[in-house]
């Protein structure tokens, strides 16, 4: 059984208890509404058809946020087919627009039937434009705060509309735990990023360092991971994005992918071989002399030839290998030049955890330049050297 439809089961089983429990006894379940994701965008002109003046305590010269919440309900739950034919989604959103959290979401009570219940929540979802108009710590003060909102939720950022991640071209497909299964996909490549829940995400936004989120797109009603966003530690807003390839690369000099593969290229042959990381260790190690700082990363890796095209030489061959952990080095160091490039030269964000080395390191030069360590890394030179070890060769010979 897929993983959605478990969480879709155990979704209804909390329905069902819920009025059993002395706090939901007056509650039925046809009342009662799961919320199992959110997205937060900020407001277009139809979003809104009414007028701020006539709102008391609302201010008409502040941004507006368009929420959605999607909903498992029991009449979303009891989808099925009658003559072969689906007649209704497994999920309901619901969308409203305000200035503040909490009273928006109180709002969607003028127009839905149904009491939202977030403690099963899987995902928050907020839109680019959003996440680079609005400082993060204060969009998801609520969200932080709340008690119903578990700390296992994850946080991602979306290319576009937040909203368009939580529409599927398939009635029985639920978005917001789909999402949730997608990022589990983790342990298997370095493309998608671990995932940021809300019990991270508090710490990371009170440190004032920038960070990385998870980037999601929907095209053509499909929904894919496409690197990630960079979030700026100081204004606590989007900064840029990187690529898949750009990911890869800042997960090489972290050291935190559990797996992943580095295609790289025979020199004789131009044809491909594929590495795949068993395991990657990696060391960031700071230098000062004087008002100096430097860093020299080292990484290690082992791993296997999981896949190669070159028809001339044999896996067991020892110079065959030595060709390829060369031809996969140089791929490695490939990929974290143009990362590094990126991020010191046109983000100027340090979402590496350099800043965190010269912190264990060295206590009181962190002191001096925490306060404007964006910039400082931005102009701070790094080495790196990579040890590629292939230690397994498969089972074919040929």
Same mark, same amino acid.
């Given at each position: $059984?897929?993983?959605?439809?478990?969480?879709?089961?155990?979704?209804?089983?909390?329905?069902?208890?819920?009025?059993?429990?002395?706090?939901?006894?007056?509650?039925?379940?046809?009342?009662?509404?799961?919320?199992?994701?959110?997205?937060?965008?900020?407001?277009?002109? *139809?979003?809104?058809?009414?007028?701020?003046?006539?709102?008391?305590?609302?201010?008409?010269?502040?941004?507006?946020?368009?929420?959605?919440?999607?909903?498992?309900?029991?009449?979303? !739950?009891?989808?099925?087919?009658?003559?072969? !034919?689906?007649?209704?989604?497994?999920?309901?959103?619901?969308?409203?627009?305000?200035?503040?959290?909490?009273?928006?979401?109180?709002? $969607?009570?003028?127009?839905?039937?149904?009491?939202?219940?977030?403690?099963?929540?899987?995902?928050?979802?907020?839109?680019?434009?959003?996440?680079?108009?609005?400082?993060?710590?204060?969009?998801?003060?609520?969200?932080?705060?709340?008690?119903?909102?578990?700390?296992?939720?994850?946080?991602?950022?979306?290319?576009?509309?937040?909203?368009?991640?939580?529409?599927?071209?398939?009635?029985?497909?639920?978005?917001?735990?789909?999402?949730?299964? $997608?990022?589990?996909?983790?342990?298997?490549?370095?493309?998608?990023?671990?995932?940021?829940?809300?019990?991270?995400?508090?710490?990371?936004?009170?440190?004032?360092?920038?960070?990385?989120?998870?980037?999601?797109?929907?095209?053509?009603?499909?929904?894919?991971?496409?690197?990630?966003?960079?979030?700026?530690?100081?204004?606590?807003?989007?900064?840029?994005?990187?690529?898949?390839?750009?990911?890869?690369?800042?997960?090489?000099?972290?050291?935190?992918?559990?797996?992943?593969?580095?295609?790289?290229?025979?020199?004789? !042959?131009?044809?491909?071989?594929?590495?795949?990381?068993?395991?990657?260790?990696?060391?960031? *190690?700071?230098?000062?002399?004087?008002?100096?700082?430097?860093?020299?990363?080292?990484?290690?890796?082992?791993?296997?030839?999981?896949?190669?095209?070159?028809?001339?030489?044999?896996?067991?061959?020892?110079?065959?290998?030595?060709?390829?952990?060369?031809?996969?080095?140089?791929?490695?160091?490939?990929? $974290?030049?143009?990362?590094?490039?990126?991020?010191?030269?046109?983000?100027?964000?340090?979402?590496?955890?350099?800043?965190?080395?010269?912190?264990?390191?060295?206590?009181?030069?962190?002191?001096?330049?925490?306060?404007?360590?964006?910039?400082?890394?931005?102009?701070?030179?790094?080495?790196?050297?990579?040890?590629?070890?292939?230690?397994?060769?498969?089972?074919?010979?040929?």
């Amino acid at each position: $059984m897929r993983l959605y439809q478990r969480f879709l089961l155990g979704a209804m089983l909390i329905l069902i208890l819920l009025p059993l429990s002395g706090c939901w006894s007056n509650k039925e379940i046809e009342d009662l509404g799961l919320v199992a994701g959110t997205s937060l965008d900020l407001a277009t002109n *139809s979003d809104y058809s009414g007028s701020l003046e006539e709102q008391e305590g609302r201010s008409s010269n502040r941004e507006l946020i368009t929420i959605t919440n999607q909903l498992v309900t029991s009449e979303t !739950t009891a989808t099925g087919a009658k003559g072969g !034919t689906v007649h209704q989604q497994a999920y309901k959103n619901v969308s409203e627009t305000g200035d503040t959290v909490l009273p928006t979401l109180r709002n $969607m009570l003028l127009k839905i039937d149904k009491r939202a219940f977030a403690e099963h929540s899987k995902v928050i979802i907020i839109g680019e434009d959003l996440a680079s108009t609005l400082n993060l710590k204060q969009t998801l003060d609520f969200f932080l705060r709340e008690l119903e909102i578990r700390p296992s939720g994850v946080l991602l950022i979306a290319k576009n509309r937040a909203s368009d991640i939580l529409e599927s071209n398939e009635q029985t497909k639920i978005p917001a735990f789909q999402l949730r299964e $997608m990022i589990q996909g983790h342990e298997r490549t370095s493309k998608i990023l671990p995932p940021m829940t809300f019990a991270k995400l508090e710490g990371k936004l009170n440190s004032n360092a920038s960070f990385l989120l998870q980037h999601v797109v929907s095209e053509n009603g499909e929904v894919k991971f496409v690197g990630a966003a960079v979030i700026e530690g100081k204004t606590k807003t989007f900064r840029g994005s990187l690529n898949a390839l750009e990911l890869e690369g800042i997960s090489w000099i972290t050291g935190k992918a559990k797996g992943g593969l580095i295609e790289s290229f025979d020199e004789k !042959t131009n044809q491909p071989i594929i590495y795949e990381a068993l395991s990657i260790k990696s060391k960031i *190690s700071p230098s000062v002399k004087g008002d100096s700082i430097s860093f020299h990363v080292k990484i290690e890796s082992e791993g296997r030839i999981a896949e190669h095209w070159v028809l001339s030489e044999q896996t067991f061959d020892n110079k065959f290998l030595k060709i390829a952990e060369q031809t996969t080095k140089k791929e490695v160091e490939r990929l $974290m030049d143009n990362v590094l490039k990126k991020i010191q030269q046109q983000y100027q964000t340090d979402v590496s955890g350099f800043g965190n080395s010269l912190r264990i390191e060295y206590p009181k030069v962190w002191e001096k330049v925490k306060k404007n360590w964006d910039q400082t890394f931005s102009e701070v030179p790094i080495t790196y050297e990579v040890k590629i070890n292939i230690k397994d060769y498969g089972t074919s010979g040929d």
